[in-house]
C-alpha cells in the first residue's frame, strides 16, 4: 500500500511540475482549437550561436536553429534550448504570411509561441508542444537558395504578458535546406 501512495504521489508531483525544467512557476498557457495537422515540407538548420535567447523572462543558451515551413503555410522558427536539464526543450516562435523585403531579408509576423519540454503529454513517443497565443516578428537576414543565413532575430509577447526574444547569429557555414516536399508558395514575394 505505502508503495502505491509512492508512485501516486511521483505522478501528482509529476503534473504538477512547471513546463519547463528548472523553473521554479509553471508557464501557464492558452492553447488555441486545435487546427488540421498539416506537413513540414521545407526545413532548413543553421549552425551559429544565441546571443540573446529569452523566454518568459529566464535566459538562455541555444544548441541550434531551425526554420521549419508547413504545408498549409505556416512558419516556425525553431530553437532548441541548451538545457541539460531537458533535452526535449524547444521553444518556436510560430507565424504565416512572412514577406521579403528584398533577396536578402524575410519578415514573419508572429501569432503563437509553441513551448514543448519533456515534461508535455506525448504523441507517438514526442512531446507535443503548449501553444501560446502572441504577437511579435522574426526577421531573418540571408537567403536559403544561396544556403547563407546571417541572422535571426525574434521578439514576442504573449497574451499573458510574458516576453520571448531571440539573436541568433551564423557562423558562416552553409546553411542545410531540405526539400521534403513540394507545394505551393505562401510567401509574399515582391521579385515574383
Given amino acids: 500500500m505505502r508503495l502505491r501512495l509512492l508512485g501516486l504521489a511521483a505522478i501528482l ?3 504538477a511540475s512547471p513546463c519547463f525544467a528548472g523553473s521554479s512557476t509553471a508557464i501557464p498557457v492558452n492553447n488555441p482549437p486545435a487546427r488540421q495537422n498539416s506537413l513540414v515540407d521545407m526545413l532548413a538548420l543553421m549552425s551559429g550561436h544565441c546571443k540573446t535567447l529569452t523566454v518568459a523572462g529566464r535566459r538562455f543558451a ?3 536553429v531551425a ?7 505556416r512558419v516556425n522558427f525553431a530553437v532548441a534550448v541548451d538545457d541539460p536539464s531537458d533535452e526535449n526543450h524547444v521553444v518556436s516562435f510560430s507565424g504565416e504570411n512572412g514577406k521579403r523585403a528584398d533577396d536578402n531579408s524575410y519578415e514573419l509576423p508572429i ?3 509553441l513551448l514543448n519540454s519533456k515534461n508535455r503529454p506525448k504523441v507517438d513517443g514526442l512531446p507535443v508542444p503548449a501553444e501560446q497565443t502572441s504577437t511579435g516578428t522574426c526577421r531573418q537576414t540571408g ?11 525574434c521578439s514576442a509577447t504573449d497574451n499573458e504578458g510574458r516576453t520571448y526574444e531571440l539573436l541568433f547569429v551564423s557562423d558562416g557555414k552553409p546553411v ?3 526539400r521534403i516536399r513540394q507545394s505551393s508558395p505562401s510567401i509574399q514575394d515582391p521579385f515574383k
Fill in 67 to 73: 526554420f521549419a515551413h508547413d504545408d498549409k503555410g
Fill in 143 to 153: 537567403n536559403f537558395a544561396a544556403r547563407k543565413v546571417n541572422d535571426v532575430t
Fill in 176 to 178: 542545410s535546406v531540405r
Fill in 111 to 113: 501569432d503563437r509561441m
Fill in 13 to 15: 508531483v509529476s503534473f
Fill in 62 to 64: 541555444c544548441k541550434t
